[in-house]
């Protein structure tokens, strides 16, 4: 499932004295299957777009395809299906929970789609562990939990949807740092293993650059580029004018080739690349 | 967020409404409520409407964003027009539709207290959509300061008060997020039978209610931990400020009042 964005604005309050244009003018592609990180400072237009993607919102102007579907223009049953399709997952998911039980609580979203009730249930444990919870919370209130526990839990609710695309708005925010890394690591199985379309919303780049295989950099509403990290790195300037730090693996990059005049040819985006590379030069040193 | 009902907000302008005094502006309210309720000829009702109408273009809010606004009270002021237009027994019957009269003061009693209902509406809303929330609430305080000597504790109210008129949009912007995150997991509320449709307002209530108890505990902490004791002997960061425009409009607004008060009594 592709989806692709055609000279898109949406405008908050048309008409008002409260008017409030949020996007302008994008256009773009996300490819099927493609691991997508939508990055861009605060107030720029990400939640906007992002609830574009499963027809929350629809485009004041322009056109947006998801698939078959497509916005403005469904009627309330293929925007079901499509919401079926295309799992979104909230900034402070947690905020949404409300049942009595957290088993309740996740099959919430398949009965309202209505699933196949007995399937969902025995596949229950997989999405618990994948999440990093106990099955032992099933039967707690969820909230009993602790926040982090209730973000799994509220992310598990739209997991268990199994849909082709899972769009996320700061997925990690408020985790710790282990917690965040597993759950970065679970969205690129789910990419790579699952064949699922991921779109990630974050305005930190480190997670941006390690994961996506597709930058699309927002900036007050408006797209400031559509590119693949490596390239965006060469771009690294344009990013800090619109309040975009670039990653901590690039700033050492940059300040050994300042500092220390090591000529640096790699423009490799994460720790673990660039600690490689290091690793290397330090071994050829020692063996002078 | 879709377009919602405009009463309570707050559109910043820099017109001759906005820059009253918000003490003004409530007296202003309450003076044009006594016309309204002294007179009963219809001739002044279309100066009243003329009235309104000049506060709402000095105010320069566009007129269309009002009607549109104000969707909900419009069948409000309907509804009590053909109210009274089909059951008021007074005066003259008109003409008959199937045995049932309808009178000539069905009309004008409906005409009357419509009218009453849709001028109120707008000027309240003209006072909020021109006066910040605080500010509003510091007029009142004003008013209900004598009141302390008699054991009200109007500091306290004037505080609750400005909480709550914050955490109106606070929560509707909450509302509209969880309303948004539910309908991603399938729920819909605009389908279904009448039973369904309420069943699908608890996971909408459930965290508002949850996400307001929150807000309210950390608000209070928040107030303990910068020592909050009460409101008693606190001076005020914005000072009202009672301006020549404001002397003139408040004894513009009296003179007139009595003056009708006084041709129609």
């Given amino acids: 499932m592709e989806i692709v964005f055609k000279d898109v604005d949406y405008i908050y309050q048309p008409n008002t004295p409260l008017e409030h244009v949020a996007l302008q003018g994008l256009s773009f592609t996300i490819p099927s299957q493609s691991f997508t990180a939508i990055v861009g400072r605060t107030g720029s237009g990400k939640s906007t777009l992002l609830q574009q993607l499963n027809g929350l919102l629809q485009p004041t102007s322009g056109t947006v395809t998801i698939g078959k579907t497509r916005l403005p223009g469904a009627k309330a049953k293929p925007l079901k299906e499509l919401r079926r399709r295309v799992g979104l997952v909230f900034q402070y998911p947690e905020h949404q929970l409300f049942e009595e039980t957290v088993k309740q609580e996740l099959l919430f979203g398949p009965k309202n789609f209505g699933l196949d009730l007995g399937q969902v249930e025995a596949w229950l444990p997989q999405v618990l562990q994948d999440v990093g919870l106990d099955e032992s919370v099933l039967e707690r209130s969820p909230f009993t939990l602790s926040g982090g526990q209730m973000k799994r839990v509220a992310l598990a609710s739209v997991l268990i949807l199994d849909s082709e695309v899972l769009v996320l708005d700061e997925p990690t925010a408020g985790l710790d740092p282990v917690g965040k890394k597993q759950l970065l690591q679970l969205f690129r199985y789910l990419n790579e293993e699952k064949g699922k379309m991921v779109v990630l919303v974050t305005h930190n780049m480190e997670d941006a650059m390690a994961n996506a295989d597709q930058l699309l950099v927002l900036n007050n509403g408006c797209i400031e580029s559509v590119t693949s990290p490596k390239r965006l790195i060469e771009k690294r300037d344009q990013l800090e004018a619109i309040g975009l730090a670039p990653p901590e693996s690039i700033k050492f990059v940059d300040y050994m080739t300042q500092t220390l005049g090591v000529n640096w040819n790699e423009h490799e985006a994460t720790v673990d690349t660039v600690s490689q590379a290091l690793i290397k030069r330090i071994k050829a040193g020692a063996n002078k | ?265």
Avoid at chain 2, 44 to 60: A, K, M, P, Q, R
Avoid at chain 2, 115 to 138: E, F, N, Y
């Fill in chain 2, 1 to 265: 967020m879709k377009q919602s009902f405009i009463l309570g907000q707050y559109i910043p302008r820099e017109s001759f409404i906005h820059r009253l005094d918000p003490r003004t502006k409530i007296i202003s309210l309450i003076l044009f409520v006594i016309t309204m309720f002294v007179i009963d000829r219809l001739l002044i009702y279309s100066l009243l409407y003329g009235f309104v109408l000049g506060c709402v273009l000095l105010s320069t809010i566009p007129i269309t964003y009002l009607i549109k606004g104000l969707k909900p009270v419009w069948w409000l002021v309907a509804f009590t027009f053909i109210f009274h237009v089909l059951f008021q027994r007074d005066g003259e019957a008109l003409f008959d539709v199937f045995g049932f009269f309808i009178y000539d003061q069905g009309f004008i009693q409906g005409g009357e207290i419509a009218s009453r209902l849709l001028l109120m509406i707008v000027m309240a809303t003209l006072l909020t959509l021109t006066t910040p929330p605080l500010a509003v609430t510091d007029g009142m305080r004003w008013f209900l300061t004598p009141l302390t000597r008699l054991g009200m504790p109007v500091n306290e109210l004037a505080i609750m008060m400005a909480i709550s008129l914050r955490l109106i949009p606070t929560m509707t912007e909450e509302m509209d997020k969880i309303s948004k995150a539910q309908a991603a997991r399938g729920l819909d509320y605009t389908q279904g039978r009448l039973r369904d449709r309420f069943k699908a307002l608890l996971p909408l209530l459930i965290p508002l209610f949850i996400s307001a108890f929150k807000r309210a505990e950390a608000l209070a902490m928040a107030m303990e931990a910068r020592g909050y004791q009460g409101a008693d002997h606190r001076t005020s960061y914005r000072q009202l400020v009672f301006r020549t425009m404001d002397y003139i409009v408040v004894c513009l607004m009296t003179t007139v009042t009595i003056s009708i008060y006084l041709m129609i009594g």
